[in-house]
């Protein structure tokens, strides 16, 4: 459970006052644990009609491999190189993350029985389940599920308070666009739906979000948790005197701290941690400014 939270949350800062809160993680559901296992196939597998050869080791073959008897720990081959059982458990263990899975047994049934028979987003032959191929429904799924790893546009959750007005412009607004990202904020779009459609729409396409707790705004709070459950980045921010009103929940992820004395210290970090993550963006959207 905790390699998956990490899996999911690498930026995430872990210290011994977390370990209450992450005893509490329960699994997500199956249809996202089997998204993000497909996904996570089709990285390492990236070419149509590839081979997956998937092994399911027993429960207890890694704590046996660390501990050997003594004999070997990190399982060399006589050029020193890493053996085959090793590096076996090296390819099954981001499988077993990505998934959510404690075991083979429930990477198998995710692997074959649910996308596989249930989906169809997988095939294989039934006397050979260790072998695998993504599916041209696969395939389609992906490339409608993945559509935001292209986008150049970030939904921006935050307070609409005036008084963060000027936060907006000086250090977000003109972070994301030093970054070359487009930002979304929905008092700026137009449309005709329904707000919260139209909200979770915008965050399905965006390539991550970011999110501002100052004022600790309830709606920025769903916005965010929507678009982790959807698989994407979240870069956190909060004034320096409202973060010790953060929800415990979040207070654990590294938010960029910022005040109001200093925004262009804010606009920077908040640029650095764009493109450390993302990269350098194209904005395509003409800046008014």
């Known amino acids: 459970m905790l390699s998956s939270h990490i899996f999911f949350h690498p930026a995430i800062r872990i210290t011994i006052e ?8 329960t699994k997500p559901l199956i249809s996202k644990r089997a998204r993000w296992l497909l996904s996570s196939l089709a990285k390492a597998y990236p070419n149509i009609g590839q081979s997956i050869e998937v092994g399911y080791p ?7 491999l660390i501990a050997d008897n003594g004999n070997n720990p990190y399982d060399l081959d006589r ?18 993350a990505a998934s959510w899975s404690e075991t083979g047994t429930e990477l198998c049934y995710l692997l074959t029985d649910y996308l596989g028979d249930t989906l169809g987003y997988l095939t294989y032959d039934k006397r050979m389940p260790r072998l695998l191929y993504i599916s041209g429904s696969g395939w389609e799924f992906l490339q409608e599920s993945i559509k935001s790893l292209d ?3 970030v939904f921006i959750a935050m307070s609409f308070n005036h008084s963060l007005d000027k936060f907006y412009e000086d250090v977000i607004k003109a972070g994301m666009k030093q970054a070359g990202y487009d930002p979304v904020r929905m008092d ?18 965006s390539k991550f979000i970011v999110a501002d707790l100052t004022k600790q705004n309830q709606g920025v709070y769903f916005e965010a948790g929507f678009a982790l459950g959807l698989g994407l980045q979240v870069i956190w921010m909060c004034e320096e005197r409202e973060f010790e009103n953060v929800h415990f929940d979040t207070r654990q992820y590294n938010t960029i701290i910022w005040s109001e004395a200093n925004y262009a210290d804010a606009k920077k970090r908040l640029q650095d941690r764009i493109e450390a993550n993302f990269g350098q963006g194209k904005p395509k959207k003409p800046d008014h400014q």
């Open 18 to 25: 977390d370990l209450d809160y992450l005893k509490t993680i």
């Open 58 to 64: 027993e429960a207890n073959e890694l704590t046996d």
């Open 79 to 96: 050029d020193g190189q890493i053996g085959g059982r090793l590096q076996h458990l090296r390819q099954f263990a981001p499988m077993l």
């Open 151 to 153: 986008s150049n546009e």
């Open 188 to 205: 700026e779009s137009k449309h005709n739906n329904r707000i919260d459609d139209e909200i979770m729409a915008q965050i399905r396409k």
